[in-house]
C-alpha cells in the first residue's frame, strides 16, 4: 500500500493547478484501488475549495470532486490556521471534508511514501 500525501495550496477556481491535483488523485484511486491510501491536506487559498455550496457557473465542480474522493475513502482536511484567516471555520463544508492541523500534516508527511505539491 501507498501512502500518497496531496499538499494543496491554489486558490480552487484561479487557475487549474487546484484541479490538476484532484483529477490525478481520482486517477490514482481509480487505477489503484487497493494499492494507495491518499490524504489530501489544503493550505492557503485552496482551504474555500473544501467548502460546501459551490456552484460554479461553468466547467469543474471541485466539490463534487472532493466529496468521490471521500467516499472512495480518501481523507481530506482543511488547514484550521488557514480557514481561522479567512473566517471560514465555521462554514459548512463538503461531504466528508474536516477541518485539520498543522501537526497532524506532520505526521502524515512523515508517513507517506510520497508527497506531492500544487
Request: net charge negative; proline share 3%; charged share 20%.
Amino acid at each position: 500500500m501507498q501512502n500518497i500525501l496531496f499538499i494543496i495550496h491554489s486558490s480552487p477556481y484561479g487557475d487549474e493547478h487546484f484541479f490538476s491535483a484532484l483529477r490525478l488523485a481520482l486517477q490514482l484511486q481509480e487505477q489503484h484501488k487497493s494499492a494507495v491510501n491518499l490524504k489530501i491536506f489544503l493550505m492557503s487559498d485552496a482551504v474555500t475549495g473544501g467548502l460546501a455550496k459551490q456552484n460554479p457557473a461553468e466547467g469543474y465542480h471541485l466539490q463534487q470532486m472532493l466529496e468521490i474522493l471521500t467516499a472512495q475513502g480518501a481523507t481530506i482536511k482543511l488547514c484550521k490556521t488557514c480557514t481561522n484567516a479567512r473566517g471560514i471555520t465555521e462554514l459548512p463544508l463538503a461531504d466528508g471534508v474536516e477541518i485539520g492541523t498543522l501537526a497532524e500534516l506532520a505526521d502524515w508527511t512523515m508517513e507517506a511514501d510520497k508527497v506531492l505539491n500544487f
